[in-house]
């Protein structure tokens, strides 16, 4: 069914539009339908949505590293599945670095905020951390504390977090790996956003 004129159209045929042009006329009712079809809404496309937005940046130029970050995701994703780690780790491998170019400073918190309601907070908590443990294999990189993780030593996740690294993240960049393609991993993308948790945020101390 093809939307009317002007408008997007809606997921799902049987659901409806709520019709005013400003939150502050959405009635209680409004907000009932909105939110129902948003939770349906979520369950069905939100892993859709994360992996199109990976997908997006497949023929992107690189600015040194010789793959490009769509081709580090799959590498690292890539690794994991066939050192034959889980479900959640392999798909936390492949959307780890989801933010990478669009937001370089803080884009372990943008993977964590992502994927935080669907995961461990093993993998939360090192999605968050990532970019910093990588620092210990940049030592020469200008500006970096290559001992900046050594503050969370002794948390329960941190060897977790050391390990990820240095298997799934710092060497994931070989222009000769033969990496799984993207739609290798839709069917475990699918599944773990299918099973929220609900973690509460946890911002770095």
């Known amino acids: 069914m093809s939307a009317p004129a002007g ?7 049987d659901w409806r539009y709520v019709e005013h042009l400003s939150l502050e006329a959405f009635g209680p009712d409004d907000w009932a339908t909105l939110n129902r079809q948003r939770s349906d809404y979520q369950g069905r496309d939100q892993a859709r949505q994360a992996l199109r937005l990976l997908a997006a940046s497949r ?7 010789m793959v490009n970050n769509y081709r580090h995701c799959l590498q690292s994703a890539t690794r994991a599945m066939r050192d034959g780690q889980d479900e959640e780790t392999i798909v936390v491998a492949l959307l780890h670095d989801i933010g990478f170019v669009a937001c370089p400073p803080s884009h372990g918190e943008f993977a964590a905020a992502l994927l935080g309601p669907y995961v461990s907070e093993r993998s939360h908590w090192m999605l968050q951390r990532h970019a910093i443990f990588q620092d210990v294999h940049a030592p020469h990189q200008p500006g970096v504390d290559p001992n900046a993780r050594e503050r969370w ?17 710092q060497a994931a960049c070989d222009p000769a790996y033969d990496e799984a393609p993207l739609e290798a991993f839709e069917p475990m993308v699918r599944r773990v956003f299918s099973e929220p948790r609900h973690l509460d945020d946890q911002a770095l101390p």
């Open 7 to 13: 408008r997007s159209p809606l997921l799902d045929p």
């Open 59 to 65: 023929d992107d130029a690189t600015f040194g590293y």
């Open 153 to 169: 030593r002794g948390h329960p996740h941190f060897e977790w977090s050391a390990q990820f690294v240095a298997r799934y993240d």
